[in-house]
């Protein structure tokens, strides 16, 4: 099915078996028997990750397929790894692969605060124009949460990725170009900004709006999602977030007209009744969107939102059902898919086989969903949930499980493969 790697690579070596997943002409992936997945270790505790995400995987793999299908693991750097190696944080082979080779999975990168490198997660995401960050927050019984219904949130939220205030468009304190365009803006649109200030642009397109909502649509669509919120600050910013609403409304309206049904028409014309087999449509301003996933968090499902709105919504839904460590991520455009950790590297634990895999477990088991291989990715979250049934857990959730047993990071990874 698939074919190996025709690109010439500058310093990486190409694994000796396994095949390229390719693409087919409607834009489904085209999948072999062994597919050379890249990945990405990570840095702190990034590789007790992904060394725990892998004995996860390959067990799954295994168990699900009788050794008819395995994936062929290929690393790849970036980080402090790759500078240590290169010299570089992001290798022009790291890009290339990932486009090359279609899907990949990586750990937490480090990212410094105020100067220094950009954030490695962002420029991965807008180089490869992956525009889709894809966040499914749902609890499993037995962890700890700091709400009394946690079950009640089952949401996938779709976040811009590429737009927005991490378009990476700003200038300093004081810099000539901060000064320039603080007196262009005076001068040419009679407008104030106090002397000094940093500068920031914040650009939503018609197209980065509509291709994120589009995706959003198509997801609960095809796995019977019951409705999808966009979610927006357009009372304020009307001509950036409140353009997003508007033209997420086009999409749903003109691509979709025929399967969906917006909450104004519910209301006007269907007695506030859904009517049967339509996709419910509907928009909230993003302060009282973070009150409703506290408040009446089974009332959304899919939710669709800008960058910086669906970076705080995704954390916060997170935090109900237990926290980062068992959050799942995903980053999918039209060229690729990279699949990640959604926390931190702290780097404090790194080394010590301690820390909590289950996000880049999670992350792996939608990347599976991504391959089409559901029976894995099935086995993946049935072991997850005996083991956390059993209270077999790492220290991050030991700590709050009355009659926990402490294991580590690996050991967790074992015992979800015992448990499928």
Known sequence: MG?????????????????????NPDGSLNVPNKPIIPFIEGDGIGPDLTHAMKIAIDGAVKKAYGGEREIVWFEILAGEKAH????????????????????????????????????????????????????????????????CEPDKLNVVIYRENTEDVYAGIEWSSNSPEANQLIKYIKDNFGKEIRPESGIGIKPISPLGTKRIVRAAIKYAL????????????????KYTEGAFRDWAYEVAKDEFRDRIVT???????????????????????????????????DEYDVLVTPNLNGDYLSDA???????????????????????????????????????????????????LDHLGWREAAELIDRGIVK????????????????????VKCSEFAKLIVQNM
Not at 11 to 19: D, M, Q
Not at 222 to 237: A, D, F, L, P, W
Not at 333 to 346: K, L, N, P, Q
Not at 393 to 398: A, N
């Open 317 to 367: 839904c997170a935090a109900q059902v237990g926290g980062l460590g068992m959050a799942p991520g995903a980053n999918i455009g039209e060229f690729g898919a990279i699949f990640e950790a959604t926390h931190g590297t702290a780097p404090k634990y790194a080394g010590m086989d301690v820390s909590n895999p289950g996000s880049l477990i999670l992350s792996a088991k939608m990347m």
């Open 263 to 297: 909450e104004q028409e519910v209301f006007d014309d269907f007695g506030g009744k859904t009517p049967e087999g339509k996709l419910l449509v509907k928009d909230r301003i993003a302060d009282s969107m973070f009150q409703q996933v506290l408040l009446r968090p």
């Open 3 to 23: 074919i190996a790697s025709t690109v010439n690579y500058k310093k990486l070596v190409l694994p000796t078996v396994g095949e390229k997943i390719t693409k």
């Open 222 to 237: 095809e796995n019977n999602r019951t409705s999808v919120t966009i979610v927006h600050k357009g009372n304020i910013m």
């Open 387 to 406: 083991t956390l049934e059993n209270k077999t857990v790492t220290y991050d959730l030991e700590r709050q499980m009355p009659g926990a047993t402490k």
């Open 84 to 147: 240590k190696a290169e010299g570089e944080w992001l290798p022009a082979d790291t890009l290339t692969a990932i486009k090359d080779y279609l899907v990949a999975i990586k750990g937490p990168l480090t990212t410094p605060v105020g100067g220094g490198i950009r954030s490695l997660n962002v420029t991965l995401r807008q180089v490869l124009d992956l525009y889709a960050c894809v966040r499914p927050v749902r609890h499993f019984p037995g962890v700890p949460s700091p709400v």
